[in-house]
């Protein structure tokens, strides 16, 4: 997200709306324990606020995760058709898992500050990182 698409954004909010620019990542990995050795792509998400380097220390906590993604291997398809069925399956998740987030873009939903009052924040899509 760019400083002007931040600014841009935030004019077009109605006044005392604000935004919080959301980071969604995602990577496969292999679960052993209990899953038959199956892989997945847990979905985290954090807000672009915060510092990158905070963001990016495991150990500081800034990533919550919120679902695993399922890596599902079709049968009886060609290649082409495993890659086009995979990528629909993918999105489609995303798409069922995000309907609070792109809701809470669109309308706003109501947060506290830091200051502790309320306010009306909207949560655009900032990065995904895959």
Request: net charge neutral; charged share 20%.
């Amino acid at each position: 997200m760019s400083g002007d698409f931040a600014w841009d954004y935030q004019s077009a909010l109605p006044p005392g709306h604000s935004f919080v620019g959301i980071i969604l990542a995602s990577d496969k990995t292999p679960l052993t324990i209990g899953t038959g050795n199956r892989e997945m792509h847990p979905l985290l998400i954090s807000i672009a606020n915060i510092d990158a380097g905070v963001r990016m220390k495991a150990t500081l906590r800034s990533f919550a995760l919120i679902a695993y993604l399922p890596i599902i291997k079709f049968v009886d398809v060609t290649d082409h058709e495993q890659s086009i069925l995979k990528a629909r399956l993918f999105h489609l998740c995303l798409n069922k898992i995000l309907e609070p987030l792109k809701a809470a873009e669109r309308a706003g939903e109501r947060m506290a500050d830091s200051a502790g009052g309320m306010r009306i924040v909207h949560t655009p899509l900032a990065v995904y990182i895959h």
